[in-house]
């Protein structure tokens, strides 16, 4: 059955679309990487069958459909959260991390239909996983050239959409979603994205994270709090969480931090990650939060004692 979503109507106009989203690693889950179009895939992965028996077949994976979790019981909020929300404020207030320019909600063309739009919105999020925010900008010129929607998307060859969008991390599996996910579209939402969660999750290649992104960017409702690696790492580093994977760090991080702060803090984390809180060799003398983070003080007595 052809779904709609007058059917269900939009949360809220997009003309409120907020800022930023990034990254993450929804379409990632496959083996896939670097080579260039026209190269030999190496998307291959062996298995075993019986004894002898090895069967090679490559293997196109979304990510697993996790059901969204709604918080339900508030943990404490870590101590000093406040002053540390307020001194990440004051690390990103010039706005200049790559984030700030080349994000996915910088990635649509505002001259488009709503519809276009969206989906503009909901493509740089599955090409930002894994991949460098200059890279996804890159490619969503060229698919935005190229004429970036959904009837034209279908037309296009998955050897063309490959050298479009490379080299954005495993393009090749990349193209299998959009191609996947834009039948669906087409076939199932009207040419239009759909404005849940739930919905955005039945997408191949779309998880949690991307679809609370997607909320955001192309509905402008907050869902959730999008955790990708910047913001997985940090969390926890700030000791706010403590957790082994963003979709746990997302579970905790709504546990106790107030709705209010959701909307910014993946644009203010995601920011400070490229810039400051890198995942090797953060530059916690530069921090204003290094009294206040376990991993700072640490990092800040071992550097002392060094010298
Ligand atoms: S003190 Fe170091 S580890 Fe902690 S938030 Fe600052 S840069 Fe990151």
């Known amino acids: 059955m052809k779904r709609t979503n007058k059917e269900k109507p939009p949360p ?13 690693s929804e379409v990632s889950n496959v083996e896939d990487s670097g080579g260039a179009p026209g190269a030999p895939s190496n998307t291959s992965k062996v298995t075993r069958k019986g004894r002898n028996a090895k069967r090679e077949h490559v293997t196109v994976e ?3 459909e996790t059901p969204v979790v709604k918080s339900v019981k508030k943990k404490n909020p870590p101590k000093d959260w406040e002053q540390v929300l307020a001194n990440l404020r004051e690390m990103r207030k010039d706005s200049d991390a790559p984030v700030d320019s080349m994000g996915c909600d910088k990635c649509q063309d505002e001259t488009a ?7 503009q919105a909901l493509l740089s ?7 460098k925010d200059q890279v996804t900008h890159a490619a969503m010129l060229k698919l935005q050239q190229h004429g970036c929607t959904v009837d034209n998307i279908l037309e296009t060859s998955d050897q063309q959409l490959g050298e479009l969008i490379y080299p954005v991390s495993f393009w090749r599996n990349k193209v299998k979603f959009i191609k996947k996910t834009t039948e669906m579209l087409k076939n199932e939402w009207s040419g239009d994205i759909p404005n849940t969660v739930e919905d955005l999750c039945k997408l191949p290649g779309v998880g949690p994270k991307m679809a609370h992104l997607c909320m955001k960017t192309a509905w402008g409702v ?5 955790v990708d690696t910047h913001v997985h790492r940090i ?9 082994k994977s963003p979709e746990d760090t997302r579970k905790e991080l709504e546990d106790w931090l107030p709705k209010e702060h959701w909307s910014e803090v993946n644009h203010l984390l995601v920011g400070f990650g490229q810039q400051i809180c890198q995942p090797v060799k953060p530059q916690c003398a530069a921090c204003l939060n290094n009294t206040l983070c376990p991993f700072g003080v640490t990092t800040m007595k071992k550097s002392n004692a060094n010298h």
Request: glycine content about 6%; aromatic content about 4%; charged content about 25%.
């Open 113 to 119: 239909s709503p519809e276009v739009i969206r989906y």
């Open 62 to 64: 979304s990510e697993p």
């Open 235 to 243: 969390a926890n580093r700030l000791g706010w969480v403590k957790s």
């Open 222 to 226: 907050v869902t959730g709090i999008g």
């Open 125 to 131: 999020l599955m090409l930002s996983s894994q991949t």
């Open 12 to 24: 809220t106009d997009r003309t409120t679309r907020s800022k930023r989203v990034v990254d993450q």
